[in-house]
Nanobody, 126 residues
Framework: QVQLVESGGGLVQAGDSLRLSCAAS????????MGWFRQAPGKEREFVAA????????GYVDAVKGRFTISRDNAKNTVYLQMNSLIPEDTAVYYC???????????????????WGQGTQVTVSS
């Protein structure tokens, strides 16, 4: 069992930065791929970024490439999402998710993730 708690959301202006954190409790965090998803009002939840338990393997949705960076600190059981150059279209509830993996890979499919956090709101004003 893994519990995930996100933090770091808030209200910012376009062009600003935010760093989201996701603290995990439970066993074997270093064997979980970690993902960030988001859900904007009236839209389905979508993949944003993911990182394998090998910290060198990451993936992003095209809309955030070059602006967002996912990272993890296995010693602290925490995954981060650094979001720069925010735009109003980034407004959403951001969710952290964990997927147990036997290999250092990740998925961009939410149904593959085993555990989810409660979400943190990010609002970007124009």
């Amino acid at each position: 069992q893994v519990q995930l708690v996100e933090s770091g959301g808030g209200l910012v202006q376009a062009g600003d930065s935010l760093r989201l954190s996701c603290a995990a409790s439970g066993r074997a965090f270093s064997r979980y791929a970690m993902g960030w998803f988001r859900q904007a009002p009236g839209k389905e939840r979508e993949f944003v970024a993911a990182i394998a338990w090998n910290v060198g393997i990451t993936g992003y949705v095209d809309a955030v490439k070059g602006r967002f960076t996912i990272s993890r600190d296995n010693a602290k059981n925490t995954v981060y999402l650094q979001m720069n150059s925010l735009i109003p279209e980034d407004t959403a509830v951001y969710y952290c998710a964990a997927e147990f993996r036997r290999t250092p890979t990740y998925s961009d499919q939410e149904y593959k993730y085993d555990y989810w956090g409660q979400g943190t709101q990010v609002t970007v004003s124009s």
